[in-house]
């Protein structure tokens, strides 16, 4: 049996001691065979190579409610005078190499240097899109934020930033990141990896962020499967005043539905757990799957009017797009 380099903890309901697993949901695991039937199917629409944008320049504190993002699961969650990052990628391309891999075609929404100190970095699994180790090493000489993350993720972190200030938790794990503000790392269905050989090995999830201005809930990646954890993670934590819900990288379907919600299900997702408002993230910033770039924003306008829901209430987030709540 092959050895788990990152955790190292007791048998779970969706954790076998060597690898973690999405309890009674379609595996999630692919082949070669299904790599290259998918590859081979020729089905990827061309996208741009650049989109241009504005970046914003936030300010160095809010005392409410703001959200900036930056691109993909990146984003700035300003918020009761805290700072805090999602899943911060800043590199070119979302790949352990620097000069092959998805190469992004929207400049980060915030330039690195115009970032107000940060306070902790949230970080959802271990894919090359979520966990950059090049921007967590840059964020660690500039702001030394605290990282917070699921089981296994801390030896990734720490092999590429060895002082980095680091706290994991499994799934329900309710995690206090200093007065008033906490965050309890939420289930989603999806799977993680470095490489071929260490799949399975690192937990994913979400966070649900406790605040005085209110509940934030990151989705992480997620398929939508059998849909229970949506609706538990309401019974657990209460509908969320703002999610940060996924909405692209979903075709072709029969490859990526276990991992990855549509538009559609993005939607379901929004409804199932409450949500007052919710941004639409991870699409338009590095080309994972075959979709058009644009595709996802419509599909959402077309999903929101069939669920009857306000456009205004789910947005897609463009790259330097700032969002106020109340």
């Given at each position: 049996m092959a050895r788990n380099r990152y955790y190292d903890g007791p048998p779970s309901d969706h954790f076998d001691g060597t690898r973690f697993f999405n309890p009674g949901q379609v595996s999630t695991d692919r082949g070669v065979s299904d790599m290259l039937r998918w590859k081979l199917a020729g089905g990827a629409v061309k996208w741009p190579a650049s989109v241009p944008i504005v970046?914003?320049?936030?300010?160095?504190?809010?005392?409410g409610l703001r959200i900036t993002m930056v691109g993909h699961a990146s984003l700035l969650i300003q918020v009761a005078g805290r700072n805090i990052l999602t899943d911060p990628v800043w590199s070119e391309r979302?790949?352990?190499?620097?000069?092959?891999?998805?190469?992004?075609?929207?400049?980060p929404g915030i330039a690195f240097n115009d970032l107000p100190p940060i306070d902790f970095v949230l970080l959802s699994h271990g894919h090359y899109d979520h966990l950059d180790v090049a921007t967590l090493q840059r964020l660690h000489a500039v702001h030394d934020p605290l990282m917070v993350m699921p089981l296994g993720n801390d030896a990734v972190v720490r092999a590429a930033v060895p002082a980095a200030r680091c706290v994991t938790g499994d799934w329900w794990d309710r995690l206090a990141l200093g007065d008033e503000i906490a965050t309890t790392v939420t289930p989603a269905y999806h799977w993680s990896n470095r490489w071929p050989s260490d799949t399975r090995m690192m937990l994913w999830g979400g966070h649900y962020l406790e605040t005085p201005a209110g509940a934030i809930w990151f989705v992480g990646d997620t398929g939508y499967g059998d849909g229970r954890i949506f609706g538990e993670i309401r019974g657990h934590l209460g509908a969320p005043d703002v999610a940060l819900i996924p909405i692209g990288a979903y075709a072709p379907r029969w490859f990526m539905a276990a991992q990855h919600v549509d538009p559609v299900e993005a939607v379901r997702i929004f409804c199932d757990v409450g949500a007052d408002r919710a941004l639409g993230i991870h699409w338009g910033t590095f080309q994972l799957t075959d979709e058009a770039r644009g595709a996802p924003v419509e599909e959402l306008s077309a999903a929101l009017e069939v669920a009857g829901v306000a456009p205004e209430r789910f947005v897609a987030a463009e790259a330097g797009g700032f969002f106020h709540f109340s």
């Open positions: 970046p914003a320049k936030p300010e160095a504190r809010v005392a979302a790949s352990p190499f620097r000069r092959i891999g998805p190469k992004r075609v929207t400049a």
